[in-house]
């Protein structure tokens, strides 16, 4: 059973930096890419960053330049770097492993998203 387990979040004034973590494990299939999303207080989920299969990265515009995501070798562990935080940053980050699931012996496949429960980061002013 796939399960992702985010951690590092906290309380951080703005300008901090905080570095979330997360551990996958169970994983038996192909993965197409990990990422971060976040959840601000009374909005919809949104895309942070991602990294593919290859290792091409993408950030969304409010992140550039201030957010790195990066894996280890294993692929076991996603990590997100976050720094100059702003108050605007404040949600909750999930993160997220986008696996191709061969179905049969013809090679079909179906690809699924699995993901974490999430952890809070708070920046405050």
């Known amino acids: 059973q796939v399960q992702l387990a985010e951690s590092g979040g906290g309380l951080v004034q703005a300008g901090g930096s905080l570095r979330l973590s997360c551990l996958i494990s169970?994983?038996?299939?192909?993965?197409?890419?990990m990422g971060w999303y976040r959840q601000p207080p009374g909005n919809q989920r949104e895309l942070v960053a991602t990294i593919s299969k290859s290792g091409d990265t993408y950030y969304s515009d409010s992140v550039k330049g201030r957010f790195t995501i990066s894996r280890d070798n294993t692929w076991n562990t996603l990590f997100l770097q976050m720094n100059s935080l702003r108050p605007e940053d404040t949600a909750v980050y999930s993160c997220?492993?986008?696996?191709?699931?061969?179905?049969?012996?013809?090679?079909?496949?179906?690809?699924?998203?699995?993901w974490g429960k999430g952890t809070l980061v708070t920046v405050s002013s």
């Open positions: 997220n492993v986008n696996l191709r699931i061969v179905i049969n012996v013809e090679g079909a496949y179906r690809d699924r998203d699995y």
């Open positions: 169970g994983v038996r299939s192909s993965i197409n890419s």
